[in-house]
């Protein structure tokens, strides 16, 4: 009996489009930042920020160089930053990349302005990086399990088909991974046309957002567990089967079923 249109409808329509940022809106709760401002409703490790803020100045750093820095994990990145030379290079890059963007080379304080700008929304990327991550972890213990498994028929066979499952899962959050890296990795133009960038970012950060949030129960059901044949184990395997069976068995995307969600609330 709501009346379309009336501030009632359309408050219905604003929870059912926050629900692709929190998991659930109650009565009283306070309308998503993402559908408010674009800015995000949950928060981050500072460690995050730092490796957000330290891969664009490396990046800045690969510029400046003309060769690409690169490094395999985070305490790699954090040993090339605290380096004393490349801390010495990257004052010059700050001066290099202001005459490049138009500036002054005594304003490079500028450029270091759009690198924090850009970093503490990067910041998100990263820590739904290392999210993804679990997931991956989840496809490694499915490799351990054939073992663990290998004398129970029924059971070998469900993991077999996990394991062909997961790999859609894992797939579909690395894309958006892939696409947002691509287009930030040209630093200076991302630090030229900034605003679009951010867009962009945030975009990626809700969508990985999502991917997540479907995620968290199976992830829930693996955490402190011993590879080794047990209720836990098998609760584990049950409820990641489900949910991989659901989602990935008929080739559905987890972004096509967000998509799907948004147009129905749209209508």
């Not at 985070?74 to 001066?95: I, R, T, Y």
Request: hydrophobic share 40%.
């Amino acid at each position: 009996m709501i009346e379309p249109g009336s501030h009632d409808d359309k408050l219905i329509e604003r929870a059912v489009a926050g629900l692709h940022y929190v998991p659930d809106i109650r009565p009283g709760d306070e309308i998503p930042n993402e559908i408010l401002d674009g800015t995000a409703s949950w928060t981050v490790a500072r460690r995050h920020k730092q490796i957000a803020r330290d891969r664009l100045q490396l990046q800045l750093l690969s510029w400046m160089s003309g060769s690409a820095m690169s490094y395999a994990n985070s305490d790699e990145l954090k040993k090339l930053m605290d380096d004393p030379e490349n801390k010495k290079l990257l004052k010059d890059a700050f001066g290099k990349a202001a005459l490049a963007m138009g500036l002054a080379k005594n304003e490079s304080e500028k450029v270091l302005d759009r690198i924090e700008t850009l970093a503490r929304e990067i910041c998100y990327i990263e820590a739904l990086r290392e999210r993804t991550r679990e997931v991956g972890k989840i496809r490694a213990n499915l490799d351990i399990l054939t073992k663990v498994y290998s004398a129970d028929q029924r059971m070998s066979a469900d993991i077999s088909r996990m394991k062909i499952l997961i790999v859609k899962g894992v797939q579909e959050a690395q894309n958006i991974l892939d696409n947002i890296d691509a287009e930030t990795a040209d630093v200076l133009g991302a630090l030229m046309s900034i605003e679009e960038i951010i867009r962009s970012v945030r975009k990626a950060r809700d969508d990985l957002h999502f991917l997540m949030m479907e995620w968290d129960a199976p992830l829930a059901k693996w955490k402190g567990l011993n590879m080794v044949k047990s209720p836990e184990i098998d609760k584990a395997l049950s409820a990641t089967y489900q949910f991989l069976a659901m989602r990935f068995s008929t080739g559905k995307s987890l972004m096509k079923k967000k998509g799907a969600a948004a147009s129905s609330a749209a209508g």
